[in-house]
């Protein structure tokens, strides 16, 4: 509930902001921009790649494998990274730039309280685990995938609903710049 009304007052604050790089340095504002569709199409694909391996396994089985064997915590990582984009795609560094900062907070609590079950479900498997694997940033050092997965078609096509929202969101920030540009929203707050 908490991370909804962070979500709408944020939407709230990028609906009347206007970036100042549209005016004095154009071509920051379009490598911004860029930045963030690349950040977002990244994650997007990177949160299906985690979902083919935990889809129907999660808390059943401890998954290692796949995006599981760079990080321990890879759907988190592939969303930071979709939202970071969408933040991008603000054309500002402000909104990356806080979004970043509360997410890396919010998170390590989140994680943290996750790690407590999962110690307590898997015990020295997960502690093993724990020293191999990074927590939050990948390291491909021991990468390894299995040759097949098995994957539940429905989980996957609710996940899929899932991710899609990342770019409906993305679309959304556009759809703000341009709605500024054109004087239906007015401008309340500028920044870089």
């Known amino acids: 509930m908490g991370s909804r009304v962070i979500g709408f007052v944020l939407a709230f604050i990028i609906a009347f902001s206007f970036g100042l790089w549209h005016?004095?340095?154009?071509?920051?504002?379009?490598l911004l921009w860029l930045l963030g569709w690349f950040l977002v199409g990244i994650?997007?694909?990177?949160?299906?790649?985690?979902?083919?391996?935990?889809?129907?396994?999660?808390?059943a089985k401890l998954v290692m494998d796949g995006p599981y064997s760079i990080c321990r915590n890879p759907l988190y990582f592939f969303s930071f990274l979709a939202a970071l984009g969408i933040m991008f795609l603000t054309e500002t560094l402000f909104f990356p730039l806080a979004f970043s900062l509360f997410f890396l907070v919010y998170y390590y609590f989140v994680i943290r309280q996750e790690e407590r079950f999962l110690?307590?479900?898997?015990?020295?498997?997960?502690?093993?685990?724990?020293?191999?694997?990074?927590?939050?940033?990948?390291?491909?050092?021991?990468?390894?995938?299995?040759?097949?997965?098995?994957?539940?078609?429905?989980?996957?096509?609710?996940?899929?609903?899932q991710v899609i929202w990342f770019f409906w969101v993305a679309a959304f920030v556009q759809l703000f710049e341009e709605l500024r540009l054109l004087g239906v929203f007015p401008i309340y707050f500028n920044m870089f």
């Open 23 to 30: 005016d004095t340095f154009p071509l920051i504002e379009h």
């Open 119 to 161: 110690r307590k479900k898997f015990d020295q498997l997960y502690l093993n685990y724990t020293q191999t694997t990074p927590r939050f940033w990948p390291s491909f050092k021991n990468y390894s995938e299995p040759q097949y997965c098995q994957v539940s078609s429905k989980h996957f096509r609710l996940f899929l609903a």
């Open 43 to 59: 994650g997007a694909m990177g949160r299906i790649w985690c979902s083919i391996y935990i889809l129907g396994h999660k808390n």
